[in-house]
């Protein structure tokens, strides 16, 4: 066994004799260091440069909302919209969409809402309000009714208006924002409000509801009262009045019933 590892290290030569692998039992390990590579720096500073633009956006002063501006509001007030987005809140975390919801269910008379981003520091409301085409009373309380029959918002009562004023006469508590009459019975009103002097030639005063919408009495400054019937044409119950006045005027101390169509009963 020595002679055969003898013949093979004098075969191997002189180098044999330098490995230290060969006389020491050592279990050698390579040399390791850390080395940057080309691609790891550009990914460090790729790194670094999206925290400092995360940094800027959404941490630093520059994109803090300092000023908020406010069109087409004349109803609602200006300050009590741009109060809903607070100074210094960043821009980019204003959630349009659901500033313009929150808009919407807190006045109920904006008919729509826009909210726009103004790089890097505005905020600009746009609204739209309903418009209002009568006032509703019930009890001591008036509120304003867009073209829609929604309650826009309740009004002083001493407050005087051009609008027709319509009375409920059971007093039903009613609360802003909620649709309270149809679109017609809207348009019905406003239609007979409108025309009732110059087809008659005598001024109406407001009307009254009782059980339904669809039957609404009209007070007129002549002393009697018009019963008509919203679902029917208003202009053909104005002809039909008119031709009641002109064959019985004197006759008529109490009201004028025209709401079954072909027939009018009067007191």
């Known amino acids: 066994m020595v002679a055969r590892e003898t013949d093979r290290l004098r075969r191997l030569g002189k180098s044999a004799y330098k490995n230290r692998r060969v006389f020491s039992g050592e279990d050698l390990q390579e040399k390791t260091g850390i080395t940057f590579s080309y691609l790891s720096i550009k990914y460090i500073l790729f790194i670094l440069c999206v925290m400092a633009l995360v940094y800027l956006v959404f941490f630093s002063s520059i994109f803090a909302v300092s000023e908020v501006i406010v069109e087409g509001a004349s109803d609602v007030s200006q300050d009590a919209l741009s109060n809903m987005i607070p100074k210094g809140k960043n821009i980019f975390l204003i959630k349009s969409h659901n500033l313009e919801n929150e808009i919407l269910q807190k006045f109920p008379q904006i008919e729509s809402a826009q909210v726009y981003r103004g790089i890097p520091n505005a905020v600009k ?143």
Do not use: C
Not at 191 to 214: A, G, H, M, Q, R
Not at 232 to 259: G, P, T
């Open 125 to 267: 409301i746009v609204v739209a309000e309903r418009d209002s085409k009568l006032v509703w009373q019930s009890g001591e309380h008036k509120y304003l009714i867009s073209s829609g029959g929604e309650i826009t918002k309740e009004i002083d009562p001493l407050v005087t208006s051009e609008l027709p004023l319509v009375t409920d006469k059971k007093n039903i508590p009613v609360v802003p924002g909620n649709q309270l009459v149809s679109p017609n019975f809207v348009a019905f009103v406003n239609n007979i409000y409108s025309t009732f002097f110059t087809e008659i030639n005598i001024k109406p005063l407001n009307f009254e509801v009782s059980d339904t919408t669809f039957d609404i009495n009209l007070i007129t400054e002549a002393g009697f009262y018009v019963k008509l019937n919203t679902m029917r044409s208003s202009k053909k119950q104005l002809d039909n009045l008119k031709l009641v006045l002109d064959a019985k005027r004197q006759d008529i101390h109490e009201y004028v019933d025209l709401r079954i169509d072909g027939w009018a009963y009067y007191k």
